[in-house]
């Protein structure tokens, strides 16, 4: 019962061992009566006579089709992703390992093409996992619609793909490849009945242009990806050396931060916010990390990979009880009237962390503070997603007995019907508004514009950046009283702040 197509392959195995006079060793696949497959493992030993010519074959044939199954599951967990179907990590290396060995050989090209979803987070967040999970399942199914058979398409795990290109024309070629791919994975998909509309990034890297070393090409088409996402997404991007040092840095500042926060490298600098002119009323704690190497750095050069990596969390935490701390010393002696509020920034990554309203309530009770004095500087980019839980967790930060402030006010979101809505108490008018308010006529209409909307809606202002007394004249006349900027002072250590500020007891 040996199948016809199988039958060649046996012979002629089994007829050159026996014509050399050798065992023969084979694993043979079968048919049997129901169509089933069957494996057989035969085993032989070829006697022969004195002139070395074959006399019999002694051996043993065994049922081996369990072991086989077995070690196709094996196989296929080992280098196959459950949910799609597709190659895994490890059978990716493999592949690119070959396709780069390939094209060495031949002289020609490949490429890598690593896709990411965008914004394939909030699938999960909002509709579900299973959702998500259907949604990877057609992106596979798409993928492996628009690939040529002799390419390999695997998933990385999440919701990160790659392509392999084999033996590519020309880098031509790849473009178009690359674009294409990008085209079939955007648009609607159906969950639950309902379109959801979808884009991806997609990062290139070529081989063997690009290297060589499968990890080092995966990471270069990763670097690119990233490079799409920042371009505003739904776009291929294609790897340039530039793009692995800045990734290189990305890692270096993610590494820094994780040994930053358990070495005490971070530190706060607390800039006064200054009324009429000349009463210190508070001050905004601005984040500082102290590198071991690198010295001081400004959080514009890190708060981003925090973000990114999770770690804002737990950085945004250390933050609060810092502030916190601080300004209890600095009320300690202090008449009622006279105590100082605290500004603290929040970034939305933090925001939007569950554990954030009971985080500011546990600052506030650890160093006894009232709550008005506290204020969380939030900037335009929460309202922007999911407005329904953003309006429901400043109202329970309001419940706290915080205020709440608007950063950078003007330069996000530029829909103003959010101030109707949200619990707000300030909004702090962003320091690009304030450089050239006297040249520029724009900035003045403009601000003059914000000092009329925190009226309308009882909001207390504050302008940042105000670096001459030009510019604080100007704010003043306009009618904006509350100021911060280089004028009065830079960020300072707290012990400087102390010295100014807090030494002679009111
Ligand atoms: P921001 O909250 O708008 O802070 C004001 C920034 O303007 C600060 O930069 C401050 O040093 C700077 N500044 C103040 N006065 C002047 C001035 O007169 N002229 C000019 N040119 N600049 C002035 P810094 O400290 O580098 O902070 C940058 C941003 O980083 C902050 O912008 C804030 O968004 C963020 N940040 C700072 N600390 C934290 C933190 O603890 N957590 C989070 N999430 N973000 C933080
Ligand atoms: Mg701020
Ligand atoms: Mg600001």
Same mark, same amino acid.
């Given at each position: 019962?040996?199948?016809?197509?199988?039958?060649?392959?046996?012979?002629?195995?089994?007829?050159?061992?026996?014509?050399?006079? &050798?065992?023969?060793?084979?694993?043979?696949?079968?048919?049997?009566?129901? *169509? @089933?497959?069957?494996?057989?493992?035969?085993?032989?030993?070829?006697?022969?006579?004195?002139?070395?010519?074959?006399?019999?074959?002694?051996?043993? $044939?065994?049922?081996?089709?369990? @072991?086989?199954?077995?070690?196709?599951?094996?196989?296929? /967990?080992?280098?196959?992703?459950?949910?799609?179907?597709?190659?895994?990590?490890?059978?990716?290396?493999?592949?690119?390992?070959?396709?780069?060995?390939?094209?060495?050989?031949?002289?020609?090209?490949?490429?890598?093409?690593?896709?990411?979803?965008?914004?394939?987070? !909030?699938?999960? =967040?909002?509709?579900?996992?299973?959702?998500?999970?259907?949604?990877?399942?057609?992106? #596979?199914?798409?993928?492996?619609?628009?690939?040529? &058979?002799?390419?390999?398409?695997?998933?990385?795990? *999440?919701?990160?793909?790659?392509? $392999?290109?084999?033996?590519?024309?020309?880098?031509? %070629?790849?473009?178009?490849?690359?674009?294409?791919?990008?085209?079939?994975?955007?648009?609607?998909?159906?969950? %639950?009945?309902?379109?959801?509309?979808?884009?991806?990034?997609?990062?290139?890297?070529?081989?063997?242009?690009?290297?060589?070393?499968?990890?080092?090409?995966?990471? !270069?088409?990763?670097?690119?990806?990233?490079?799409?996402?920042?371009? *505003?997404?739904?776009?291929?991007?294609?790897?340039?050396?530039?793009?692995?040092?800045?990734?290189?840095?990305?890692?270096?500042?993610?590494?820094?931060?994780?040994?930053?926060?358990?070495?005490?490298?971070?530190?706060?600098?607390?800039?006064?916010?200054?009324?009429?002119?000349?009463?210190?009323?508070?001050?905004?704690?601005?984040?500082?990390?102290?590198?071991?190497?690198?010295?001081?750095?400004?959080?514009?050069?890190?708060?981003?990979?925090?973000?990114?990596?999770?770690?804002? +969390?737990?950085?945004? %935490?250390? +933050?609060?009880?810092?502030?916190? !701390?601080?300004?209890?010393?600095?009320?300690?002696?202090?008449?009622?009237?006279?105590?100082?509020?605290?500004?603290?920034?929040?970034?939305?990554? @933090?925001?939007?962390?569950?554990?954030?309203? #009971?985080?500011?309530?546990?600052?506030?009770?650890?160093?006894?503070?009232?709550?008005?004095?506290?204020?969380?500087?939030?900037?335009?980019?929460?309202?922007?997603?999911?407005?329904?839980?953003?309006?429901?967790?400043?109202?329970?930060?309001?419940?706290?007995?915080?205020?709440?402030?608007?950063?950078?006010?003007?330069?996000?979101?530029?829909?103003?019907?959010?101030?109707?809505?949200?619990? /707000?108490?300030?909004?702090?008018? =962003?320091?690009?508004?304030?450089?050239?308010?006297?040249?520029?006529?724009?900035?003045?209409?403009?601000?003059?514009?914000?000092?009329?909307?925190?009226?309308?809606?009882?909001?207390?202002?504050?302008?940042?950046? +105000? &670096?001459?007394?030009?510019?604080?004249?100007?704010?003043?006349?306009?009618?904006?009283?509350?100021?911060?900027?280089?004028?009065?002072? !830079?960020?300072?250590?707290?012990?400087?702040?102390?010295?100014?500020?807090?030494? &002679?007891?009111?």
């Amino acid at each position: 019962m040996i199948h016809p197509d199988d039958w060649p392959l046996v012979e002629t195995g089994v007829a050159d061992a026996l014509v050399k006079g &050798e065992g023969f060793d084979l694993d043979v696949r079968l048919l049997d009566h129901d *169509g @089933q497959v069957r494996w057989t493992h035969t085993q032989a030993e070829v006697e022969c006579n004195a002139e070395g010519k074959p006399l019999h074959v002694r051996g043993a $044939v065994a049922d081996i089709s369990q @072991q086989k199954a077995a070690q196709e599951t094996i196989e296929q /967990l080992a280098y196959f992703d459950p949910l799609t179907k597709l190659p895994n990590r490890r059978l990716l290396f493999d592949r690119v390992r070959q396709a780069v060995a390939a094209a060495k050989r031949s002289g020609g090209c490949g490429a890598l093409l690593f896709i990411d979803l965008d914004h394939f987070k !909030r699938i999960n =967040d909002s509709l579900g996992h299973r959702a998500g999970d259907q949604i990877l399942i057609e992106v #596979a199914a798409r993928l492996r619609a628009q690939i040529r &058979e002799e390419d390999t398409i695997a998933r990385l795990g *999440g919701d990160e793909f790659v392509v $392999v290109l084999h033996a590519v024309a020309n880098p031509g %070629a790849i473009r178009r490849a690359a674009y294409r791919v990008l085209e079939r994975l955007s648009g609607n998909y159906a969950i %639950a009945g309902h379109p959801y509309h979808l884009s991806a990034s997609v990062g290139v890297a070529l081989f063997p242009a690009d290297g060589d070393d499968t990890t080092e090409l995966l990471h !270069r088409a990763d670097a690119a990806m990233y490079q799409a996402k920042k371009e *505003g997404r739904s776009t291929v991007s294609f790897y340039q050396p530039a793009l692995q040092n800045a990734a290189d840095e990305r890692l270096a500042i993610e590494r820094g931060l994780r040994a930053a926060l358990i070495d005490d490298q971070l530190e706060l600098h607390y800039q006064p916010k200054v009324l009429d002119g000349s009463r210190i009323v508070g001050a905004e704690a601005l984040l500082r990390w102290h590198h071991p190497e690198r010295g001081l750095i400004a959080p514009g050069d890190f708060i981003c990979v925090a973000e990114e990596t999770g770690l804002i +969390v737990e950085i945004g %935490a250390w +933050v609060l009880d810092a502030a916190c !701390r601080q300004l209890a010393v600095w009320n300690r002696d202090r008449p009622p009237e006279q105590q100082l509020v605290m500004a603290v920034n929040v970034s939305p990554v @933090q925001f939007r962390n569950p554990d954030f309203v #009971a985080c500011v309530e546990r600052a506030i009770n650890a160093h006894r503070l009232e709550p008005p004095l506290l204020t969380l500087e939030i900037t335009e980019g929460i309202l922007i997603d999911k407005v329904e839980e953003t309006v429901a967790r400043l109202a329970e930060l309001k419940a706290l007995g915080i205020n709440l402030s608007i950063d950078d006010f003007g330069t996000g979101y530029s829909s103003l019907n959010y101030l109707k809505r949200l619990p /707000l108490d300030e909004i702090k008018i =962003d320091r690009s508004f304030v450089a050239n308010l006297i040249e520029d006529p724009n900035n003045a209409a403009i601000v003059k514009t914000m000092v009329a909307i925190a009226t309308t809606f009882s909001l207390h202002l504050v302008a940042e950046g +105000v &670096e001459t007394t030009a510019e604080a004249e100007f704010l003043h006349a306009l009618g904006c009283h509350c100021h911060q900027g280089y004028l009065y002072a !830079r960020p300072l250590p707290a012990e400087d702040f102390t010295r100014r500020y807090c030494q &002679e007891t009111p």
